[in-house]
Nanobody, 124 residues
Framework: QVQLVESGGGLVQAGGSLRLSCAAS????????MGWFRQAPGKEREFVAAISVRGGSTYYADSVKGRFTISRDNAKKAVYLQMNGLKPEDTAVYYC?????????????????WGQGTQVTVSS
């Protein structure tokens, strides 16, 4: 079992940057594929990025490719999302999530563990 806690959200102007962190507890963090998702008001939760267990493979939604970077530090039991060039449409609650397998990494329903979320608001 793993517990996840996100931090780093906030209010930023369009074009700005934020770095989200997700701290994990539990001994098996390094065995989990980790993902970031987001959910805007009135919309479904959507995939943002995912990273393989050792960080060798990363995956991004087309809407954030080239602007966001996912990374992880297994020694610190943490996963990060560096967000540059933020746009108002990036406004959402951002969640980190974990699962055993890389398959279906883009599906929220495929993840077993979720954090409580952190709010990101981008003003125009």
């Amino acid at each position: 079992q793993v517990q996840l806690v996100e931090s780093g959200g906030g209010l930023v102007q369009a074009g700005g940057s934020l770095r989200l962190s997700c701290a994990a507890s539990g001994r098996t963090f390094s065995n989990y594929v980790m993902g970031w998702f987001r959910q805007a008001p009135g919309k479904e939760r959507e995939f943002v990025a995912a990273i393989s267990v050792r960080g060798g493979s990363t995956y991004y939604a087309d809407s954030v490719k080239g602007r966001f970077t996912i990374s992880r530090d297994n020694a610190k039991k943490a996963v990060y999302l560096q967000m540059n060039g933020l746009k108002p449409e990036d406004t959402a609650v951002y969640y980190c999530a974990g699962r055993w397998s890389i398959s279906d990494y883009y599906r929220p329903g495929a993840y077993d563990y979720w954090g409580q979320g952190t709010q990101v608001t981008v003003s125009s």
